[in-house]
């Protein structure tokens, strides 16, 4: 290649990009993103925090349960997901299933009762002339198994979120990110450039 060329990219395309400019903005957005990127972690832990409260407590669990899927659908670095490589496990509504299984269990007691009374006046009707009601028993057992309720229990798949978040973001830390990326990249270039056209040009 003409050096005539090299000397002109060097002297005037290339050396008036300073390296310490490209060394500050590389730095300065690394740090933006590094604390950008850990503000949104610590959102993802108070939203988390208030999905688990809201839990225990009875409360409105689907709106905060709502507000940390969008929040951590729309930020980098708040995955909440199951697997081998999960910081954090997934959303488990612990008290919500509870409560759930107890009040099944509940109502299949109260049925089971209502069973066994519907149980007793057909094995009455069946064996009038049994006082003692010792050769009944047996008819009761039968008819409770045939037409007791049990209780099915709930799944707890669907009290188990995961929530996935984007590689990247257009937030602040998504922003700093890139801008990081394009100046280590034309910072790199600039010293390869540099070093390659100033050896060219001697």
């Known amino acids: 290649m003409d050096k005539k060329l090299l000397h002109y990219l060097w002297t005037s395309k290339i050396r008036p990009v300073k390296i310490w400019y490209l060394l500050v903005i590389f730095l300065v957005s690394a740090a933006v993103a590094v604390f950008a990127l850990r503000q949104n972690n610590l959102t993802m832990i108070t939203l988390r925090d208030q999905v688990y409260a809201a839990d225990k407590n009875n ?3 689907e709106a905060a349960l ?9 930020h980098m670095n708040t995955k909440l997901a199951s697997g081998d490589d999960a910081v954090y496990p997934p959303i488990q509504l612990k008290y919500t299933y509870e409560r759930l299984q107890n009040a099944a269990q509940t109502q299949a007691q109260q049925n089971n009762s209502q069973t066994y009374n519907a149980a007793q006046q057909y094995c009455e009707q069946q064996d009038s002339t049994d006082f003692s009601g010792r050769n009944r028993v047996p008819c009761v057992e039968k008819y409770v198994s045939e037409h007791g309720v049990r209780v099915a229990k709930i799944p ?3 009290y188990k979120f ?16 890139a801008i990081a990326v394009v100046a280590l990249i034309l910072l790199i270039l600039r010293v390869g450039l540099g070093y390659v056209l100033k050896r060219y040009t001697k």
């Open 59 to 61: 409360q409105d669990v």
């Open 156 to 158: 707890d798949a669907m």
């Open 66 to 74: 709502q507000k940390l899927r969008a929040y951590v659908y729309g």
């Open 162 to 177: 995961d929530f996935v978040s984007p590689s990247w973001s257009p937030d602040i830390a998504g922003f700093s990110v």
